[in-house]
């Protein structure tokens, strides 16, 4: 099972000092953040894609090839790469690049993301939203598998023998996750294709992403994959932690109330409550993260978001330590405990060759 964090590279005013970082500043602080991420013993970093203010990551594999860099071990993805206004081709080429620089320790989530007027900007129509993400992976998926494609759309201008360049690393394409909050469209479309259904898991009730995840792992099933247990799941998650549970109540709530996703609205008790929001102490954290296999059953991959709404880079940091030293330790161990063997583990470059190769014919 991998554990990580995913940033969604806001630009937000800190509510106790009033201060806006610059966005050189931010963007220079998740790339910290990131190799923090390896520091402390997690296994992935994730990058969100936004096109409009408050947000700074407008180009991901930019942002991702620097970090790969500078790290050796860290699995760089995206936490949305927008398959309704990207286009497939351009997708296809610069994932496979990436994935080339990396020695193969990329993998991407398609989303189609929560702004609106991005469809517009790059001459799109939200109202085709759905249609727009099924057929330009569908395109994605061919031009990751082909090395000469043909195709014809609704949505773009028709290939004629076109190949995309260069080719995925070892013949095998990055690992795919669908990214979804609300649309069970797009937990039939992963199960489809036999990718990873990642579940938001932060703004919603534990039962609206069980009817998600369950309908991912039933059609997963359906369409000849393996069994349901077998799907491949990924989860969001939120925390903030002090080592004493009134600190991290005290100290977090000013950014909760103030913070441009969820501030203004239900109180913070309300939040956790009714959502995996969790802040308190590291062994609150671990309570309830737990609790998400009784849930949704054993999954892969979960992700933490821990620097938004104008947490200081410094705060950031410190939370990164607690969840490297104290939390993700212990996570490891209990979720190994009891997991069947015919679960699989999290998807990796190596594993995704081994078995394309354990598929191949064989030849004299």
Do not use: C
Not at 115 to 123: E, K, Q, S
């Amino acid at each position: 099972m991998q554990f990580g964090i995913f940033s969604v590279g806001d630009v937000t005013p800190d509510p106790t000092t009033g201060r806006t970082p610059s966005e050189r500043e931010r963007i220079k602080a998740m790339v910290t953040i990131a190799l923090k991420a390896e520091e402390v013993g997690l296994d992935v970093f994730a990058t969100g894609e936004h096109h409009n203010p408050p947000f700074v990551p407008s180009s991901p594999t930019t942002m991702l090839g620097y970090i790969a860099a500078r790290t050796e071990r860290l699995t760089l993805s995206t936490a949305t790469t927008l398959i309704t206004t990207n286009d497939p081709v351009k997708i296809a080429e610069d994932f496979a690049m990436l994935q080339h620089l990396a020695d193969g320790r990329v993998d991407l989530m398609m989303g189609r993301g929560n702004t609106g007027p991005v469809y517009p900007w790059f001459g799109q129509d939200i109202r085709q939203g759905i249609p727009l993400a099924i057929e330009n992976y569908a395109l994605l998926h061919r031009l990751w598998r082909e090395d000469v494609v043909d195709w014809e759309g609704r949505f773009r201008t028709p290939l004629q023998g076109f190949t995309s360049t260069p080719r995925p690393l070892d013949g095998v394409p990055p690992f795919v996750w669908h990214g979804s909050i609300r649309s069970p469209e797009i937990a039939e479309q992963a199960a489809y294709y036999g990718d990873g259904f990642f579940a938001n898991n932060i703004f919603w009730p534990k039962e609206h992403f069980m009817r998600l995840i369950t309908l991912y792992r039933e059609r997963y099933a359906h369409y000849g994959h393996g069994t349901p247990e077998q799907a491949v799941v990924g989860l969001g998650g939120q925390v903030f932690m002090r080592r004493n549970s009134q600190d991290a109540v005290r100290e977090f709530r000013p950014y909760f109330d103030n913070a441009p996703v969820y501030g203004h609205g239900p109180s913070l008790e309300e939040f956790t409550a009714e959502t995996p929001l969790t802040v308190g102490s590291p062994q609150q954290v671990i309570d309830r993260t737990l609790e998400f296999r009784e849930h949704f059953g054993d999954y892969q991959r979960q992700l933490f978001l821990m620097d938004h709404a104008g947490l200081p880079l410094k705060t950031v940091l410190e939370q990164l330590d607690l969840l490297g030293e104290e939390v993700v330790p212990v996570l490891r161990e209990e979720f190994a405990k009891g997991r069947p063997a015919e679960v699989p583990g999290a998807p990796t470059h190596a594993s995704l060759v081994a078995a394309a190769n354990s598929a191949a014919p064989v030849t004299a």
